[in-house]
């Protein structure tokens, strides 16, 4: 299957220098992994995969079109699976999913569609929370600007039972709730994280909703996260979960493959 051309207006973001992009790097080891354990394989029903990161020692982070059914129903929680560090048939901890939550102006459609790339983001309650002194929730940061320099961590068709991580890629440009990015990504990578480092310490910025072009150049466009992110996670400590409109929608209609 192609990924199909994105909007022209994404031309503008494509110009200007980058950093040389890394490599993708196998994590198979305990050593290769180390810090990035709280990671996991998000499996759906015996019928496939996401990428989901732990935010929360009982929150993960995903995006919202892992969360729904070719029908655009949203999933069972009962259907998911968390599988935090999963490397070669082992992770270092299984997690079943009580509650899910996707962003309220989401909309599952058939095909992607740009409009929807800012509110890709879902957050899914585990049944047990996590708390091993291996894993450790990652925190979140701020929107990267254009040029800076990321990295991502994802399992995908292609290396499904350990995480890659590449290192260095970067922000080719925001529009719009959504980044631009040069990072690596294949079928089974939505959902994946998307990182800074400050202090040395890995944050996420961004989650990866689908993979596109701009012109021959294969990008990677990820949800930006902020104040719509902050109110997903607050929903899980408040009784009634209010499903209020968090902004203006992009009207744009340009379709994608999702990753």
Same mark, same amino acid.
């Given at each position: ?6 909007? !022209? ?7 200007? !220098?980058? !950093? ?16 990035? $354990? !709280?990671?996991?394989?998000? $499996? ?8 989901? #990161?732990?935010?929360? $020692? ?26 935090? @560090? ?15 939550? #996707?962003?309220?102006?989401?909309? +599952? ?5 740009? #409009? ?23 925190? /979140? ?5 254009? @040029?800076?320099? /990321? ?39 939505? @959902? ?15 989650? /990866?909703?689908?993979?596109? +072009? ?46």
């Amino acid at each position: 299957m192609k990924t199909t051309a994105i909007a !022209a207006a994404l031309w503008l973001l494509a110009t200007g !220098a980058n !950093a040389q992009d890394a490599s993708l790097q196998a994590m198979q080891s305990l050593n290769d992994s180390r810090g990035w $354990d !709280a990671v996991g394989r998000l $499996d759906i029903g015996g019928e496939g995969f996401c990428t989901a #990161a732990l935010i929360r $020692d009982d929150l993960v982070l995903t995006a919202a079109h892992c969360v729904y059914g070719d029908d655009g129903v949203l999933l069972s929680p009962n259907t998911f699976e968390f599988n935090a @560090g999963l490397r070669n048939g082992r992770a270092e901890a299984y997690r079943s999913v009580r509650r899910i939550l #996707a962003h309220p102006e989401y909309h +599952h459609r058939a095909s992607a569609d740009l #409009a929807e790339v800012p509110y890709d983001l879902a957050v899914l309650e585990l049944a047990q929370p996590i708390r091993t002194s291996r894993i450790v929730p990652f925190e /979140i940061a701020a929107t990267p600007r254009s @040029g800076q320099e /990321i990295g991502v961590v994802s399992y995908a068709q292609d290396r499904a039972e350990a995480p890659s991580l590449q290192e260095v890629c970067s922000v080719i440009g925001t529009q719009d709730g959504f980044l631009v990015m040069s990072c690596d990504i294949n079928f089974g990578s939505s @959902g994946a994280p998307v990182f800074t480092l400050e202090n040395g310490a890995p944050r996420i910025v961004s989650v /990866i909703s689908v993979m596109a +072009h701009v012109g021959e150049r294969k990008v990677s466009l990820g949800t930006a996260l902020g104040s719509e992110l902050a109110e997903l996670v607050s929903s899980f400590d408040t009784p009634k979960i209010e499903t209020n409109r968090l902004g203006n929608r992009n009207s744009t209609g340009a379709k994608f493959v999702r990753p």
